[in-house]
């Protein structure tokens, strides 16, 4: 891992919506055709723009690009190959996919830093068949978008772990699912939000009591 590109870099992060009631409805041979396909085609679209497998674990993938650019032209071409493959039964396999770009700090296990749990999170947020790229990307792409490729802003959305990001949709041959919500956290109020500090605070000098505790007894003990 320590041959990574540092510097400015693009995250991809993909996977199967509904997976497993895919497994369900087709059985263990048909979904093993499925995850093959699958696997193969954006092993193919990301690999072509220059794409880096960074990992994968069931039916997620985790890449990594030099250029913004040639990520969101890897997806596209990666959403198109998906929606015009053909599945077994006539089943739709669809793959949500999450884009950012970061300067993250490259260590011996690979890319560490928010910004890819940042990349995770935006992925995590979307349906199926959509396209979700950071405030970052976006600026990054400009006016230079692949054909067919519009971008709708979806506003100022609270992701877990990382809190407020600015996403936007990239919609493909004018298939847009801007209209349904993300799969995002639910900003607390300024009240809980405060009362989740107060907890925390009164749980950590509580452990805090309870180990000092623990020390004396034992150093009681030692002198015993």
């Known amino acids: 891992m320590s041959t990574l590109p540092g510097g400015t870099v693009t995250f991809v992060f993909t996977d199967i919506e509904g997976s497993t009631q895919l497994l369900q409805e087709l059985g263990d041979e048909a979904y093993g055709e499925v995850s093959g396909d699958h696997r193969r085609l954006v092993r193919k679209t990301f690999g072509s723009r220059g794409g880096t497998e960074i990992d994968t674990q069931g039916d997620a993938f985790f890449f990594s690009f030099p250029r913004a650019r040639d990520a969101v032209a890897a997806a596209v071409d990666a959403q198109r190959a998906l929606r015009d493959h053909e599945w077994p039964e006539g089943k739709e396999v669809l793959v949500r996919m999450g884009?950012?770009?970061?300067?993250?700090?490259?260590?011996?296990?690979?890319?560490?830093?928010?910004?890819?749990?940042?990349?995770?999170?935006?992925?995590?947020?979307?349906?199926?068949?959509?396209?979700?790229?950071s405030e970052t990307t976006r600026a990054l792409l400009g006016n230079q978008l692949p054909d067919g490729v519009a971008v709708?802003?979806?506003?100022?959305?609270?992701?877990?772990?990382?809190?407020?990001?600015?996403?936007?949709?990239?919609?493909?041959d004018g298939r847009s699912l801007a209209g349904r919500p993300l799969k995002t956290e639910k900003p607390k109020s300024a009240q809980e939000d405060m009362a989740s500090r107060m907890e925390e605070?009164?749980?950590?000098?509580?452990?805090?009591?309870?180990e000092s505790a623990m020390e004396r007894l034992l150093q009681k003990r030692q002198r015993e």
């Open 201 to 210: 605070r009164i749980n950590t000098f509580v452990e805090g009591q309870i």
């Open 99 to 133: 884009v950012h770009t970061g300067e993250p700090h490259v260590g011996d296990e690979g890319y560490l830093g928010l910004d890819v749990v940042r990349a995770a999170r935006i992925s995590a947020a979307g349906h199926g068949g959509q396209i979700l790229i």
């Open 152 to 172: 709708h802003d979806l506003g100022q959305q609270h992701l877990k772990d990382v809190q407020h990001e600015h996403i936007y949709e990239l919609s493909i």
